[in-house]
Nanobody, 124 residues
Framework: QVQLVESGGGLVQPGGSLRLSCAAS????????MGWFRQAPGKEREFVAA????????MYADDVKGRFTISRDNTKNTVNLQMNSLKPEDTAVYYC?????????????????WGQGTQVTVSS
């Protein structure tokens, strides 16, 4: 079993940056792909980014490409999301998630474990 704990959310002005972190516990962490999702009030949970266990392959939602970067450090059991050039429409609760690493997927139904979520608010 994998347990996920997120941190790094907060309030930031448009154009600013935040770095989200997700600490994972469990002896099988390195065998899982990791993803980030977000959910705004009244909207469905949507895919943001994902990374293979090796860290050599990533995928991103179109509206965050060039602004967000996902990374992982298996020696520290962490996955990170660096968010730059933030926009008000990025405001949401951000969740990290883990899945068995077969293929990268943007489908939240394929992810097995979820963090509690951390609030990101982009506003002036």
């Amino acid at each position: 079993q994998v347990q996920l704990v997120e941190s790094g959310g907060g309030l930031v002005q448009p154009g600013g940056s935040l770095r989200l972190s997700c600490a994972a516990s469990g002896r099988t962490f390195s065998s899982y792909a990791m993803g980030w999702f977000r959910q705004a009030p009244g909207k469905e949970r949507e895919f943001v980014a994902a990374i293979k266990w090796s860290g050599t392959r990533t995928m991103y939602a179109d509206d965050v490409k060039g602004r967000f970067t996902i990374s992982r450090d298996n020696t520290k059991n962490t996955v990170n999301l660096q968010m730059n050039s933030l926009k008000p429409e990025d405001t949401a609760v951000y969740y990290c998630a883990a899945e068995r690493d077969v293929v990268l997927t943007s489908n939240p139904l394929k992810y097995d474990y979820w963090g509690q979520g951390t609030q990101v608010t982009v506003s002036s």
